[in-house]
């Protein structure tokens, strides 16, 4: 009996013994962790991340530009009612009839309208082809502007042959009404303008302040049977193509052209939002500051225009788009290029250090920049000032002595915080563009820490 008991006992004391279930224990962990993550991202500086993306900044100011050109105002040889040859911006030679006086009004009510009907010759054709098939045979995407120029230069061959159509029918009809008409020709090649302001003969030593004033500012248009007099203006001809705007500059801008040696500049002109390159040159009078640009084509486009509303791009810059925020400088040992060796593996890259027992001791390093001057920016935790390195095969050692400073981002693709070196082109108050593809940078897409200074080197951050 007593057996028995004790077997009883023993059973009951075994049903009591349980075993230990890992799946309880490793959710239990989980949680822990879960929560005291939740409690950190709560609690903890966050960091933000930003996806560098490809961008630009253009920073410009505007302007009514005073536009100056080579003009010259032709008067009346005779009195009479005007009848125009050329049309309005016509590119006419030395020689060519420009207009015709007579004692009473022409009808030329069926010239312009014949004029605007009038069918292109073979030639006229067959030269615009031409010119369209050069044009596409030799353009490139970098010189857009030869569009313009393609434009300019159809445009001059249509009005060449509305001309020259449009002379032969001013004569029919003074032939048809049997009046007495005097033709007078150009005296040089050039462009005919009918709109005479009295501005045509500023030149950039010329000018005043006064002439910026447009309200006081009138133009007179001669227009076809408006009665003339004797050495009245008939029209002006434009004998160049280069040109000019001035533009007044407030003292900062004028300063920081100068500081910059500012000789070319780019502009555009709301007119037509067309972008033009200048020749730029400062001139300071009357303790005024003035921009006086200068171009050498599209004049033709801006003929009928003594003021012109344009815009001064100091800045254009495209590259990667960042937050000034993100960029932080660190500091680095400087090492020569000569230097880095490989490790046994041949993957990892390093120098040999020399050790205390004076032996050559192989240290991987990670690189940050290399130079133009070969000189390696290598992590201060990697190498430091007084450490003596051992040239690859060759006795020669090279103690360092010297740190330079990177501005950078830290790139956080991996969860933690990588520098990366940035070059930075242009910036405004909140972002900054920066040199894309380069060697040790960024790229288009990458993850960077939004506030730089909010992180330390090689902090995991998720």
Not at 103 to 117: A, I, R, V, Y
Request: hydrophobic share 30%.
């Amino acid at each position: 009996m007593a057996s028995k008991k004790n077997q009883s006992v023993n059973i009951k004391k075994y049903k009591k013994k349980r075993e230990m279930n890992l799946g309880i224990l490793l959710f239990a962990v989980v949680l822990i962790y879960l929560i005291v993550m939740i409690i950190s991202y709560f609690t903890g500086d966050q960091v933000n991340a930003y996806e560098v993306r490809e961008g630009s900044i253009v920073r410009d100011n505007s302007y009514t530009g005073l536009v100056i050109r080579n003009e010259t105002v032709v008067n009346a040889e005779a009195d009479g009612y005007v009848s125009f040859y050329q049309n309005e911006n016509s590119k006419v030679k030395k020689g060519a009839k420009v207009y015709a006086l007579t004692e009473n009004e022409l009808d030329t009510e069926n010239t312009s309208s014949g004029s605007k009907n009038t069918a292109l010759s073979d030639d006229i054709q067959s030269g615009i082809v031409l010119q369209i098939q050069n044009f596409n045979e030799n353009y490139k995407d970098s010189d857009f502007s030869s569009v313009y120029l393609l434009k300019n230069d159809i445009t001059v061959s249509l009005q060449n042959e509305l001309s020259q159509t449009k002379t032969e029918q001013l004569d029919a009809v003074i032939s048809a009404e049997g009046l007495d008409a005097v033709s007078y020709s150009s005296a040089q090649d050039g462009i005919v303008a009918y709109t005479i302001d009295g501005y045509e003969g500023l030149t950039s030593e010329t000018f005043t302040e006064e002439d910026f004033d447009r309200t006081s500012y009138e133009s007179t248009v001669i227009e076809d049977q408006t009665y003339v007099s004797l050495g009245s203006p008939v029209y002006k001809l434009i004998t160049d193509d280069d040109w000019s705007v001035i533009v007044q500059l407030d003292d900062e801008t004028a300063e920081e052209l100068s500081e910059n040696e500012t000789s070319t500049i780019k502009v555009r002109i709301d007119k037509d939002s067309e972008t033009l390159n200048a020749d730029f040159s400062l001139i300071q009078r009357g303790g005024k500051y003035y921009g006086c640009l200068e171009f050498n084509n599209s004049m033709i486009r801006y003929a009928e225009d003594r003021y012109l509303n344009i815009e001064l791009i100091l800045e254009d810059e495209s590259g990667l788009k960042i937050p000034k925020t993100a960029v932080v400088t660190r500091n680095f040992s400087i090492v020569t290029r000569d230097y880095l060796t490989t490790g046994g593996n041949g993957s990892s890259t390093g120098v040999l250090l020399l050790d205390d027992d004076g032996n050559a001791v192989f240290k991987e390093i990670d690189i940050y920049n290399i130079s133009e001057d070969d000189e390696v920016y290598v992590s201060l935790s990697d190498i430091k000032t007084g450490d003596v390195l051992i040239k690859p095969e060759s006795s020669e050692t090279y103690s360092v002595d010297d740190t330079k400073t990177l501005e950078g981002v830290y790139n956080i693709n991996r969860g933690y915080a990588v520098f990366r070196k940035v070059t930075v082109l242009c910036e405004n108050d909140e972002y900054c563009i920066v040199q894309e593809g380069e060697d040790y940078g960024l790229s288009n897409y990458d993850h960077i820490v939004q506030n730089g200074s909010s992180v330390e080197p090689d902090e995991v951050v998720y």
